[in-house]
């Protein structure tokens, strides 16, 4: 049985090693559909944002498949402030799972070679059980240390999840 699986109302779980995969989940009290169309919607990410990274999105329409690109203006201190980051879909099944390639929009940049997403999975008739992913395993390895193998991100992904628990049933 998987760690999400095991998600106690309102309460995390979280996994981490050094593959350079993290997950964090939550169990929340709405249904599949109506947190998918909140992760869907870049419109919805600041607000959900434990990170405290996200300014906004330049992108007003929600995703809808594979292939799709949202671009989100972002600020992290370390990178000169202000930056954007066009998030390409790489795995979207409705109402089940959604996960972006992100890269630099605003400046020549290689893809970052990480992943973030959701997986969600419905527990009972009214609650479903949220998994949000951060996967580097592509990274290059000497720089996967810098970010303690993903494991800096917990935290933020934690708030994330507990924003997005007070979006959905609120």
């Known amino acids: 049985m998987t760690a999400a699986a095991n998600a106690a109302p309102g309460n995390e779980t979280t996994s981490a090693g050094e593959e350079c995969r993290v997950t964090v989940s939550r169990r929340i009290e709405a249904d599949a559909g109506t947190i998918f169309a909140i992760l869907a919607d870049p419109t919805k990410h600041t607000d959900i944002d434990g990170s405290e990274m996200l300014r906004g999105s330049l992108t007003d329409t929600a995703v809808s498949g594979v292939g799709d690109v949202f671009v989100l203006k972002m600020y992290l201190e370390r990178l000169g402030g202000d930056y954007q980051m066009a998030n390409r879909v790489v795995e979207y099944e409705q109402d089940r799972r959604i996960t972006w390639e992100p890269r630099r929009h605003d ?42 193998y993903g494991r800096n991100w917990i935290e933020s992904m934690t708030k994330t999840l507990e924003r997005l628990d007070e979006m959905a049933t609120g």
């Open 107 to 148: 400046a020549e940049a290689p893809v970052g070679g990480h992943l973030w997403g959701y997986e969600l999975t419905p527990d009972g008739e009214h609650a479903t059980v949220v998994t949000e992913i951060f996967d580097c395993a592509r990274w290059p390895e000497e720089d996967k240390p810098f970010i303690d």
